[in-house]
């Protein structure tokens, strides 16, 4: 695609509910990241993905937090039992290099905003 | 531990001006830096990418410096615009992973 998807745009879910977050890299980009953005911070690293591998995911909060690219291009952020601390902006980016490291131009999507009532 | 910091939070200058934003960083190891803009509700754009064997790039009417002895970027912009609105955050790639500052908030006034 032109850019980076990221679907819903917004989320509003009950506290202990599961909810999923998709990601669509651009075409031909290797590299995916997640991040989570809280108002008036800057992003916080997640996961990141090479290829359909997690090479890191230091950065999952806990054992709720999972995240798949199961064929290396579109990837999932699951969070089970939701709790209200999740609410944030989860913003997902791409990258053609990447390798052990990043290394090129980070591409952004428009991030999807969750909601824990 | 690598720490980014931004100074200041917010900025708000007359259009025409020219301004810099600062960004410092604790780890002078650092493999690169770049500054991204953010507008509300809206993703990242990179802006300038900096490798550490750099001291600066340029694009446009923006132009951002490192200094990695001293811990230090600045992004320079030229001629200011109330399109340049707008948050900017810097980012340093450090053991691994991207280490982020909070950002600054830039209004220019028309």
């Known amino acids: 695609g032109a850019g980076v998807s990221q679907t819903p745009s917004n989320k509003v879910t009950e506290k202990g509910k599961y909810v999923e977050l998709r990601c669509d890299p651009i075409?031909?980009?290797?590299?995916l990241y997640w991040y989570r953005q809280s108002l008036g911070q800057g992003p916080e690293f997640l996961i990141y993905?090479?290829?359909?591998?997690?090479?890191?995911d230091s950065g999952l909060p806990n054992d709720r937090f999972f995240a798949v690219r199961p064929e290396g291009s579109v990837s999932t952020l699951k969070i089970q039992r939701t709790e209200r601390g999740d609410s944030a902006v989860y913003l997902c980016?791409?990258?053609?290099?990447?390798?052990?490291?990043?290394?090129?131009?980070?591409?952004f999507g428009e991030g999807s905003r969750l909601t824990v009532l | 531990k690598q720490e980014v910091t931004q100074i200041p939070a917010a900025l708000s200058v007359p259009e025409g001006e020219n301004l810099v934003l600062n960004c410092s960083f604790t780890?002078?190891?650092?493999?690169?830096l770049q500054w991204f803009r953010q507008d509300p509700g809206k993703g990242l754009t990179s802006l300038l990418l900096?490798?550490?064997s750099q001291r600066e790039q340029t694009s446009g009417r923006l132009n951002a410096s490192l200094d990695k002895s001293s811990g230090r970027s600045t992004l320079y912009i030229a001629a200011s615009q109330p399109g340049d609105s707008a948050t900017y955050l810097c980012?340093?790639?450090?053991?691994?992973?991207?280490?982020w500052g909070a950002g600054t908030k830039l209004i220019i006034k028309p």
């Open positions: 980012a340093v790639d450090s053991n691994y992973q991207l280490i």
């Open positions: 075409s031909g980009h290797t590299a």
């Open positions: 780890d002078s190891a650092i493999y690169n």
């Open positions: 993905f090479q290829g359909t591998g997690a090479a890191d």
């Open positions: 980016a791409s990258s053609l290099t990447g390798g052990d490291r990043v290394t090129g131009e980070l591409f």
């Open positions: 900096i490798q550490s």
